[in-house]
């Protein structure tokens, strides 16, 4: 089972989300994945993820804000976890948004407050095992410092792509590898 963890003010209508499903689906594993719509609070966020058996034969993969909520989970319940263009620390980044918000594919408004900041600093983890993770970052990403993630997941299988964006714009041609990887944690 693969858990797909969208970003910030994003949904399980984002691109990246709709590539992969589409992706499984033509192998006959449509079954096998999910994107739950994750609320825009930290525990809310956690609380719907963790609706889904975290276990052995689960991977998670996170884009941005995601990989963040992904990193946490993949400490806290020992799972693999695929991590693009990931937040790392969303409590500083993210706050130079604070005040209204509206998910980019819901439309759905709400304010943005130290409240969340100070969830996500809760959910930090101080260090991370490099062997649950594949990160896969693109050097352009206009949001986020990539050099950030390549330390923060050194040991870990790393993918560094020239170019690009937040976006991912190479996501697509991940997606064998990507499998590959969340496959060996079912074994």
């Given amino acids: 089972m693969i858990l797909y963890l969208h970003g910030f003010n994003s949904s399980p209508q984002s691109h990246k989300a709709q590539v992969m499903q589409r992706y499984m689906a033509e192998r006959g594993l449509g079954a096998q994945f999910a994107c739950p719509a994750l609320p825009p609070l ?4 956690i609380k719907e993820i963790e609706k889904f058996d975290l276990r052995r034969g689960v991977s998670l993969v996170g884009s941005s804000l995601g990989g ?32 209204p918000q509206k ?12 409240t969340h900041l100070r969830e996500w600093e809760k959910l930090a983890v101080p260090r991370v095992t490099p062997s649950r993770y594949l990160l896969i970052v693109e050097t352009g990403d206009e949001l ?32 064998p590898r990507i499998l590959e990887f969340c496959r060996a944690a079912a074994v």
């Fill in 42 to 45: 930290a525990p809310q966020a």
């Fill in 68 to 99: 963040f909520y992904a990193t946490y989970l993949a400490e806290k319940h020992g799972v693999r976890a695929v991590l693009l263009n990931p937040a790392i620390e969303p409590y500083v980044g993210l706050r130079a948004y604070l005040g």
């Fill in 103 to 114: 998910n980019l594919h819901t439309g759905e408004p709400y304010e943005l407050t130290e």
């Fill in 144 to 175: 986020l410092d990539y050099r950030r993630a390549i330390e923060r997941y050194a040991g870990a299988e790393q993918v560094l792509v020239q170019g690009g964006d937040h976006s991912l714009q190479s996501f697509p041609q991940h997606l």
